[in-house]
């Protein structure tokens, strides 16, 4: 019994000194989930290919973000000083979860230890996220006819506007954001169905919101695939976050979705979502909670 775990080590790559985005959470979680080796199977991504992403991306994006022609002000947005290191590492962590995905359709459950990048658009980069991984797959799958029916829980504590805008005309995709109402992006967009809950909101009211929401979701979307983005910026001690989820909170959170959506029998594949802590040891065991809950559902083949 094993869970599968897609990584690569150039998740991680050196970001200019002072830079806020905890790029090292990516080997420093590789690092907490080797405590765990013997119960997981690792697989390695090789870079998505440029067509592969224009099944969700405009190719002038892709190109100008290939070949480093993003103007000054698409690098701002996106939130990342551009370079080849960080193409190569978005075209891995994008692959990582294709790949997390594929692996989850025929074992069940799989678990990408990088991924969910939803606030990044069809033709722009947006808050930290350059490719939306999430598309990539659902569009992936859905045109090649591995999957009908995709359903994205995106549980990270900002919406998921670029996914909603991807999908807003995609009936086959239904896009669920469960996040704080008063955060980024201040310009909401549109999903199929956006929980919005207020600042402050503690574990009680949040897994009640949860088990309120998702069962019956579920059930009417009855999806072949579900995508889950456990970001843990949930968590009381995040510095992008505004709610109060403790460490249990987000534990027994993503323990409760992988149980409810693999009970139903439908295959999971995970991804870590945002997490933006100064300590970066507390932020990579945050995120090692979703690959421990994976671990106690023992259904892992
Ligand atoms: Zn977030």
């Known amino acids: ?47 998505i290919s440029f067509e592969q992403l224009a099944q969700v991306h ?15 002000d698409a690098q701002r947005r996106s939130g990342f000083p551009w370079s080849p290191a960080l193409v190569r590492r978005v075209r891995l962590e994008t692959a990582g979860t294709l790949l997390a995905a594929r692996v989850a359709l025929a074992k069940g459950l799989a678990l990408n230890s ?32 591995s999957v009908k029916r995709v359903l994205i829980i995106d549980l990270d504590v900002h919406q998921g506007d670029g996914t909603a805008r991807i999908f807003a005309d995609e009936p086959r995709v239904f896009t669920l954001s469960v996040h704080a109402a008063r955060n980024f992006p201040a310009n909401k967009a549109v999903s199929d169905c956006d929980i919005a809950l207020e600042s402050g ?5 949040y897994l009640e919101t949860l088990s309120a929401v998702v069962p019956p979701l579920i059930s009417r979307v009855s999806p072949d695939l579900v995508i889950y983005d456990a970001g843990v910026d949930v ?18 959170r993503d323990q409760w979705v992988l149980q409810t959506v693999r ?17 970066v040891e507390q932020l990579a065991a945050r995120h090692a909670f979703f690959f421990e809950a994976a671990l106690t559902l023992g259904k892992a083949s």
């Not at 690092?31 to 119960?39: D, G, P, Q, W």
């Not at 909101?201 to 009211?205: G, K, L, P, S, V």
């Not at 968590?235 to 027994?252: I, K």
């Not at 009970?263 to 300590?279: E, F, K, S, T, W």
Request: proline share 5%.
């Open 1 to 47: 019994m094993s869970l599968p775990v897609i990584h690569h080590p150039d998740y991680t790559f050196d970001l200019p000194q002072q830079h806020p985005f905890p790029m090292q959470k990516f080997a420093v979680l590789r690092e907490h989930l080797l405590r765990f080796n013997n119960h997981l199977q690792w697989h390695e991504p090789e870079e």
């Open 201 to 205: 909101a503690d574990d009680a009211t």
């Open 235 to 252: 968590h009381a001690d995040d510095r992008l976050g505004h709610f109060r989820l403790t460490d249990s909170g987000v534990f027994a």
């Open 114 to 145: 990088a991924g969910g990048t939803h606030h990044a658009h069809a033709d722009f980069a947006s808050g930290y996220c350059l490719i939306n991984d999430l598309a990539v797959t659902a569009t992936t799958l859905l045109n090649e006819g």
């Open 58 to 72: 405009s190719s002038s994006y892709l190109q100008a973000l290939f070949e480093g022609a993003l103007t000054r």
């Open 263 to 279: 009970q139903a029998g439908i295959p999971l594949v995970g991804v870590i979502g945002g997490g933006y802590d100064r300590n």
